[in-house]
């Protein structure tokens, strides 16, 4: 059987899934845990608590007051020790909440069982308000408030639901082990966000390296019509939305346009397991699932942790970090971060944790570009990477919204591919930033 993928562009990395095998642990609690109030697109929620509040796990501490923004609630119960500045897992200081833990009590109405419910008895516009009430956003990594997605504009038409199951990034296996071990609340899931959109129809993508969990989600979707699970070539950036509905479906989001425009709405498997818990358990989003890897680690694991959580406690339950490491990543090797610390914490965006040692996690030496248009073929989008460099070296920023650099999807594999070693993606971010600075520039007049 053909698989199906995306139109142009892509690269293969190895796939180095070495945590693969590592079913689902449940990490213990910190001592203190330090929840931002920005883990999302938009704009920072609003503290709702004070120092010295008593707080349980589930309870609401700070609300998404803008449009697009998400709540964020305390993964512990204790007591909040401060509200303060301090460093993220981007290199800079924002606003955090630090509780410290005095036990794992739930506020009241949640639901912390195992058992599977079925029944969705929410309609349309409860389940989005419980979706927002929650402060679900989505978990493949941009962490765009989920509500805002099943707010379908008047004029707009959806029909069809796709859950991106790809997990093309290489190292990470989270997705992979939920929908081995946590199949049925997935499949539950994609019927409540069937009934918030209204739509009889959901596509579910999994890339063909993870063979258990199509034949295991192929398995439970037979009881649940009009779910279909699509197989996809191994192909990064798979999981893109727009590389994703084209592969799926067989649609083409147009430039500056989004999944809408074509009658989409894309979220991640594990974006469908939050929503489940938030729908049928009134659970809000304070924990999640979390691999932990590296060629060289003494235990590639994945962890249910809860939001706040110190990296230094993942870092210590997989035997501390291995010698000769050079580099620590927040995410995945493509699209992740590194970070200069592991005393910052876990967010509602952190997919992994990865070591590289020197030989993986070190630039080789620039050198001139040879014009070989290796990153022109692999560009998903159909940019001129080679070209957008040049112009964001010169700011020439007009020049580089004329060529759509907004349509960048920061994939890096231009970077990846690149024979001179150039910094492409670095300096196609930076033509993006100035270019959308203009964009707010001119709407401002």
């Not at 001592?31 to 920072?44: N, T, W, Y």
């Not at 914490?345 to 030989?359: A, H, M, N, Q």
Request: hydrophobic share 40%; glycine share 8%; charged share 25%.
């Amino acid at each position: 059987m053909k698989l199906r993928t995306f139109k142009i562009g892509g690269v293969h990395p190895p796939e180095n899934k070495m945590a693969s095998k590592s079913p689902i642990e449940t990490l213990g609690l910190p001592k203190r845990v330090f929840i931002p109030l920005g883990q999302h697109i938009g704009a920072p929620a609003v503290a709702m608590v004070k120092k010295g509040d008593e707080v349980k796990a589930g309870t609401m501490i700070a609300k998404g007051e803008n449009f697009i923004s998400a709540n964020i609630h305390s993964s512990v119960s204790g007591k909040v020790f401060n509200i303060d500045f301090l460093m993220d897992s981007n290199g800079y200081k924002s606003k955090a909440i630090i509780i410290d833990v005095e036990g794992d009590e739930w506020a009241e109405g949640i639901d912390t069982s195992t058992e599977l419910v079925k029944e969705i008895k929410l309609e349309s516009k409860e389940i989005v308000a419980r979706i927002k009430e929650c402060g679900i956003v989505g978990l493949g990594g941009a962490c765009f408030p989920s509500h805002v997605k099943y707010m379908v504009p008047e004029g707009k038409k959806v029909d069809t639901l796709v859950i991106n199951a790809v997990e093309c990034e290489p190292y990470l296996t989270a997705d992979h082990r939920i929908m081995l071990e946590r199949t049925e609340e997935i499949m539950v899931g994609i019927e409540i966000m069937k009934k918030a959109l209204n739509v009889q129809k959901a596509v579910v993508g999994i890339e063909a390296n993870k063979p258990d969990a199509i034949a295991k989600m192929e398995k439970v979707a037979s009881d649940f019509p009009g779910t279909e699970i699509h197989p996809l070539k191994v192909q990064y950036p798979q999981g893109a939305e727009k590389q994703l509905i084209k592969a799926g479906v067989n649609r083409e989001v147009p430039s500056g346009k989004l999944p809408l425009d074509v009658g989409c709405v894309v979220n991640n498997v594990g974006t469908a397991l939050a929503i489940y818990e938030a729908v049928q358990k009134n659970k809000p989003l304070v924990e999640r699932v979390v691999t932990v890897t590296g060629k060289k680690v003494e235990k590639t694991a994945n962890y249910m942790v809860r939001i706040g959580t110190p990296v230094s406690m993942l870092v210590e339950a997989v035997g501390g970090i291995p010698e000769g490491t050079e580099k620590i990543v927040n995410g995945g090797p493509m699209m992740g971060k590194a970070v200069s610390t592991v005393d910052v914490p876990v967010t509602k965006g952190t997919s992994g944790i990865l070591f590289f040692d020197k030989s993986e996690a070190r630039r080789k030496k620039m050198s001139n570009c040879i014009r070989c248009a290796k990153c022109v073929s692999v560009c998903p989008m159909g940019l001129e990477p080679y070209l957008m460099e040049k112009l964001a070296e010169k700011g020439e920023w007009e020049e580089l919204e004329r060529l759509a650099v907004t349509d960048c999807i920061e994939c890096g594999s231009c970077s990846y591919t690149c024979p001179s070693s150039r910094p492409l993606l670095d300096l196609i971010r930076l033509g993006k930033a100035n270019v959308n600075r203009l964009r707010w520039e001119r709407s401002k007049k």
